[in-house]
């Protein structure tokens, strides 16, 4: 006997890898926005009182659930505040996934969920995406014990949301469990489910900053729901870590938040060039899906993904490529600056005619 035999076991989920040198690298594997966070956050940045940072933050993250309740149309007890939302992500399942039914979601999503699962020995079930990859609903109609639905889905970046009733449909068929619809993406184009929100005490939708506003080293996720399923999430946090949130993170998601014009100039640019990079990837004969998010999933033809991954690795321009069946065919590009993407396309002409 050993004091291992006693340890909580768990493989962990993998991030995109975060280079050390970063002047000359083209970074496209994690999808951060290319450009800065609004200058009102800059502002606020040198504006700070670093005397106040003796004083403990708001537990219940005041201002900036007023600000996210008040910019969304929600009650202030309808608005859950986290750190980035793998932090609301993970209290969500912890709280709402505790039933002998297997919890389900696709086989191609975040590689976030099964891990949260296996780490909370939560059952669960992993549904095939189709051909296209896209969910089938009847899949999601059986008995189980919750419901995780990336929207768009990552890494496809497809929405389902085109069929405005398809998540309606899979909320309204399961009652008596909690659906999660993580909206990380959502705000490059996708068709939210937050409305749903209103209609339903079962679901909860989460979304990020790390994305649209360019806040992934600042870390702040947050998510709307019932105020009886917000009080849930609220009571395990309580049980685990009051002050998740610190300070200048509040204060500078306030400051973003003030900054609708610069949100979505920046977010508008990042939809035209996904918009140009499918085309030309299509021109060089990659397959492309319609993509609602910061970033493509391209399946080249004349070399496999593998070899393209590390072909472009080498001149330093990083991409993401997982050695996983179904996608193994693909890349996941994010969507850098007009500049970046002009680079990657001058690579890959490089790379393809060799
Ligand atoms: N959901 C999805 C689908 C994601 O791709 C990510 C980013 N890795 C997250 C949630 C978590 O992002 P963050 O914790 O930075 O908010």
Redesign the pocket.
Known sequence: MSWEDNVRRVIPYVPGEQPKVTEKIIKLNT?EMPYPPSPAVKRALEGMDAARLRLYPAADVGPLRDALADHYGFGSDEVFVGV???DV?ATAFLTFFNSDRPVLFPDIT?SFYDVWAEVYRIPYEMKPLDENFHMKKSDYMGPNGGIVI?NPN?PTGISEMEDVEFIEDIVAANRDSVVIV?E?YVDFGGVSALPLVKKYDNMLVVR?F?KSRAF?GMRI?YAFGSSKLIKYLNDVKYSINSYTMNRPAIELGLASLSDEAYFKETVGKVISTRSWTKDELEKRGFTVTDSKTNFVFASPSKISAKELFTALKEKGIYVRWWDKDRIRDWLRISIGTDEEMRSLMLAIDTIICL
């Open positions: 999808n980035g939302s793998d992500l975040y990336a990552a993580d990380a990020t790390s992934a996720g």
